[in-house]
């Protein structure tokens, strides 16, 4: 992975745990047709299961980097996920998917 997979045992597994978590984070994150219905879905996922997935995710960070001493896999993730949370509050407003839920995320990924 071009040294951004950890050679220490516990801290792949903390990358490993970020990774699959934002990845589910993402993959869950309710669709429809119809868009008020998609909005009230989406709403309900961001303080509902969301904010719980999110919450592990800031108790799972290490630091300095997200899985510990050295930038990994699982900073870009969290950038990813970061700048796609920060995109759809700017495009879609939502109005319980407030970017205050995830200001630890943006915080590690400013320091990149």
């Known amino acids: 992975m071009g040294g ?12 490993d745990s970020i990774v699959d978590t934002v990845l589910d984070l ?3 994150t309710p669709g429809h047709d ?3 219905e998609k909005k009230r ?3 309900e996922y961001a303080a509902g299961k969301m904010k719980s997935y999110c919450t592990v ?3 799972t960070i290490e630091g300095p980097y997200a899985a510990g001493a050295e ?4 900073d870009l993730k969290l950038f990813f996920f970061t700048d796609m949370v920060r995109m759809l509050v700017l495009i879609v407003h939502h109005s319980s998917f407030t970017i ?6 943006i915080l590690v990924c400013c320091r990149y």
């Not at 205050?100 to 995320?105: A, H, I, V």
């Open 71 to 74: 930038f990994s896999i699982a």
């Open 41 to 43: 879905l989406r709403e």
């Open 57 to 59: 995710l800031e108790d």
């Open 26 to 28: 993402m993959a869950k």
């Open 34 to 36: 119809d868009a008020d």
């Open 4 to 15: 951004l997979y950890p050679t220490d045992l516990e801290t792949a597994l903390i990358c």
């Open 100 to 105: 205050s839920l995830y200001k630890p995320f």
